[in-house]
């Protein structure tokens, strides 16, 4: 487990535990914003600490954009507290933002880059804005090219590029003012599986290298899995669930995040579940498990239970950013409920988690 993963202050009761990891880079203590009707926010509190990678996933709607918008100033909340570096922004004027937005740099979804400006152009464009000399704006840019893999592309322009490169060049341009916060707004949602690997891959390796603190939103599982340190899940402009990347991914606990992750996990299949009930000759149940629990003395252990005129009828053994996560669906004769309840007892001593869900 990483030093990140052990900070965990989702609700602003939490504030007051000790902290633990490095410095705060961002804070927010019950953050709210409504738009007419629209309740965008519902008092959102997180913080995010030097060096980690925060994923924030939700659905369609749930407030993600509205609350990295408010992180760097472009939305402000009706209510709360929003610290950047130690410096509460959400009551600062539009000018006195400025110089904070710089601390912050922004990716999004269709890149933003101007069309009519070659790439190196679009990197140096930021320190133009803080009035660099020109042969020191070019010098960054191409450092920055170099380090997103682009250096031959310096004088192309943005058509000319694939959307993958596209990205890269974003990413250099939201590094070039050297920002203590990455955002990413749905960065790789337009790209197709590999380029998006490719480039979560470069966010991971910036993170590394510079120590860069990123949030990234998405309301794909994979990018949060792939990269993130820590994951908040938001639904209806709350936080519902969070925790490390690992034990969201391999226990969730709430239903949005069961759902944002059912693609990702094996789940009962469809002629069980739809015939699962109180009463019937056999007991279905899911066993998850994390790391920990030795594969061979797990599988000696179901295998165990089986005897007993059970069943394995679903499941896969998978890994969670290098550490063994599985799932598993079983069922058992009803009256060898004893069996089952040891094989639990078993799975409980060993952090591993078996549930029963109902009769077949
Ligand atoms: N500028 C706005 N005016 C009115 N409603 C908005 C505005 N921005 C966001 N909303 C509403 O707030 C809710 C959250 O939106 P958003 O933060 O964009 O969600 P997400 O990025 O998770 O899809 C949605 O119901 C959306 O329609
Ligand atoms: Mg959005």
Known sequence: MNSHSVVDISHSQSLAQPSLGGEEVVRLVDVRRRFNQTVALDGISLTVRKGEILGII??????????????????????????????????????????????????????????????????????????LPRSERLARAHELLDLVGLSDKAKAYPAQLSGGQKQRVGIARALAARPALLLSDEATSALDPQTTRSILALLKEINRKLGLTIVLITHEMDVVRTIADRVAVIDAGRIVEEGSVRSVFAAPQ?????????????????????????????????IDLIGAYGQQQFFADLAETLAHGGSLVQGALDHIQGEPVARFFITIPADQQAILERLRAKLHAAGAHLEVLGHV
């Open 254 to 286: 709430q239903e949005i995040t069961k759902s944002l992750l059912s693609g990702n996990r094996p789940h009962l299949p469809e002629h069980l579940q739809t015939r699962l009930g109180s009463s019937g000759n056999s007991l279905v149940a899911s």
């Open 58 to 131: 939700g659905r369609s709607g749930a407030g993600k954009s509205t609350l990295i918008r408010c992180l760097n100033g472009l939305e402000r909340p009706d209510s709360g507290e929003i610290v950047i570096e130690g410096k509460r922004i959400d009551q600062l004027a539009e000018r006195q933002l400025q110089p904070l937005r710089r601390r912050i740099g922004m990716i999004f979804q269709h890149f933003n880059l101007l069309s009519s400006k070659t790439v190196e152009a679009n990197v140096a464009l930021p320190l133009k804005i803080e009035g």
